[in-house]
């Protein structure tokens, strides 16, 4: 079992920054990719960005390329989400989640890709 919990969220104004992490617990943290995911009221969860295992490959969704930066220690156990530049419609839950398959890489964007999730943390941009 791999436990995910996310910290970090909060309100911002449009323009400024935030910081999430996600520590896991469990399992071998370096055996996993690792993503995040995001879900605003009324909408489809949506992929934002993911990381491999390694820390050396990594995918960003097209709104968040150039704004977002993922990175990860493995000293620690967390992945942590930079989010600069946030606007409006960045607001939504951001889900944590880990993927123990090999073959993450090929279907990143799905939810069923990843084995594991945290309980969201809310993040409120206000214009």
């Known amino acids: 079992q791999v436990q995910l919990v996310e910290s970090g969220g909060g309100l911002v104004q449009a323009g400024g920054s935030l910081r999430l992490s996600c520590a896991a617990s469990?399992?071998?943290?370096?055996?996993?990719?690792m993503g995040w995911f995001r879900q605003a009221p009324g909408k489809e969860r949506e992929f934002v960005v993911v990381?491999?295992?390694?820390?050396?490959?990594?995918y960003y969704g097209d709104s968040v390329k150039g704004r977002f930066t993922i990175s990860r220690d493995s000293a620690k156990n967390t992945v942590y989400l930079q989010m600069n530049s946030l606007k409006p419609e960045d607001t939504a839950v951001y889900y944590c989640?880990?993927?123990?398959?090999?073959?993450?890489?090929?279907?990143?964007?799905?939810?069923?890709?990843?084995?594991?999730w945290g309980q969201g943390t809310q993040v409120t941009v206000s214009s």
């Open positions: 469990g399992r071998t943290f370096s055996s996993y990719a």
């Open positions: 990381i491999s295992a390694s820390g050396g490959r990594t």
């Open positions: 989640a880990a993927s123990l398959r090999s073959s993450w890489y090929t279907q990143y964007e799905t939810s069923r890709t990843y084995d594991y």
